[in-house]
């Protein structure tokens, strides 16, 4: 059976998760416009999430009878979907912002800082942490 397109696409483009994100960029001009700060939190949050579904689904996938890897597929491409949706992003906007991540080192940047848990507060009275 046909996996759908969107799935296979979405997992042979590994549709942004940090790794891929943290690769060298070629050699193309950053785009000049400016994504805003609410832009960049939910690809950020939608990147955390399908990269966690698209793990999820590829095991499930691997693991699965051929015949249901259709269904498998089909289940996946909603979640994937709704998990951007899910940030205010369109399917299309999240796949030109990863775009743009893999070839403006700047946005990349500011997506893996977003990406990154925040330093955890040692609270008072607590050792400094060490030097590197």
Do not use: C, H
Request: negative net charge; charged residues 25%; hydrophobic residues 40%.
């Amino acid at each position: 059976m046909m996996w759908r397109p969107i799935l296979v696409t979405i997992l042979a483009a590994g549709l942004a998760v940090p790794a891929a994100l943290a690769q060298s960029p070629p050699d193309t001009p950053a785009p000049s416009a400016q994504l805003s700060d609410q832009k960049l939190d939910a690809a950020a949050a939608a990147i955390a999430r399908v990269a966690f579904l698209r793990q999820t689904y590829e095991r499930q996938l691997a693991q699965a009878d051929p015949a249901d890897r259709e269904k498998i597929a089909e289940q996946a491409s909603g979640e994937l979907a709704k998990a951007v949706n899910d940030q205010g992003l369109s399917v299309d906007e999240y796949n030109s912002i990863v775009d743009r991540a893999r070839t403006d080192p700047g946005v990349r940047k500011k997506i893996l800082d977003r990406l990154q848990p925040p330093p955890e507060d040692p609270g008072p009275g607590a050792p400094p942490a060490p030097k590197e």
